[in-house]
């Protein structure tokens, strides 16, 4: 049995009076627990029921920093306490790098901008233990809070290095990585083609804007062998994405000319978006300057 439970469900109780915070609150609680969390077991089975949702929470917008993922909508009704990705409304992928990038275009003052969306996911999670307060003291909810940002950068690291191709930790990661996003940032480059390029370097090299950072790369490169960085980049460095013109060009030969074949192209290349597939090269390309106003909106 698989049910999808929002952050503001609790949150609903929680706001109708005590008697809802002991009585329903506590159920919905218990529910939660035997269908999706039974090992949260015992006297603090509430607190570490709690904590496994941060940690879940955390890896998910993980992903979604690791991947270019912007949701657009974080309202606690739009936040699953299974740490998935629920209700796509205005979401959408980076594009040419830009850490505030918005992809809701009623989002005037950019509280989910990309960059932003690890602090929401906290305040949300600050929020529905709030709900709990009736099961969850204020101390353990402060001490399960404040493991939030260990959960996020343990995560995260783990997965940039990945997509860097790196197999183990090292201290001058951080730079490695942070030096190669102000390149994508200063020279406006498309974050997934550039990511997919690690694999070889030789096609960055081609580009100036990248001989500084390739040379911090090649000097770490060079502490591991590592035979597999290739397929391992490949494998979570994705080569196509759902860019808005695309799925804008396949919408209006559907719904103008009644032709589904772009959809069929686009459900076929993001079903496996790391595979490369032949002729298929223009799926990748940045967008055109016709489509470079097109906005997402919740009615979209």
Not at 99 to 106: A, E, Q, V
Not at 120 to 140: C, G, H, P, T, Y
Not at 143 to 151: C, E, M, R, S, V
């Amino acid at each position: 049995m698989f049910f999808i439970i929002e952050f503001s469900t609790l949150e609903w109780y929680g706001f109708l009076g005590v008697l809802h915070q002991t009585s329903q609150v506590k159920q919905l609680t218990d529910f939660v627990i035997e269908y999706h969390y039974q090992h949260c077991q015992g006297e603090n089975k509430y607190v570490d029921f709690f904590n496994a949702v941060v940690q879940k929470t955390t890896i998910m917008i993980a992903h979604w920093q690791a991947q270019g993922f912007a949701h657009g909508v974080m309202n606690t009704d739009n936040m699953s306490i299974l740490g998935l990705t629920i209700d796509y409304e205005p979401f959408g992928f980076l594009e040419t790098y830009h850490p505030k990038f918005i992809c809701n275009h009623s989002d005037y003052e950019g509280r989910y901008s990309f960059d932003q969306q690890p602090n929401i996911a906290l305040w949300n999670l600050s929020r529905l233990v709030d709900s709990l307060s009736s099961l969850i003291n204020a101390k353990q909810a402060k001490a399960a809070l404040n493991k939030y940002q260990n959960y996020l950068v343990e995560s995260y690291s783990a997965l940039m290095r990945q997509k860097f191709g790196l197999r183990e930790k090292d201290k001058q990661d951080h730079a490695l990585i942070t030096q190669f996003f102000d390149v994508l940032y200063q020279h406006k480059k498309d974050y997934t083609n550039s990511l997919r390029q690690l694999s070889d370097v030789n096609k960055l090299a081609i580009n100036t804007d990248f001989n500084d950072w390739i040379e911090l790369h090649d000097k770490r490169i060079s502490q591991e062998n590592n035979h597999n960085r290739i397929s391992m980049m490949n494998s979570v460095n994705p080569n196509y994405i759902l860019r808005n013109y695309l799925a804008e060009v396949a919408i209006r030969k559907a719904e103008d000319d009644k032709d589904y074949t772009e959809i069929a192209i686009l459900f076929d290349l993001l079903s496996k978006p790391f595979e490369v597939y032949k002729n298929m090269e223009s799926y990748t390309y940045k967008t055109p300057d016709w489509a470079q106003g097109l906005e997402v909106s919740c009615s979209s």
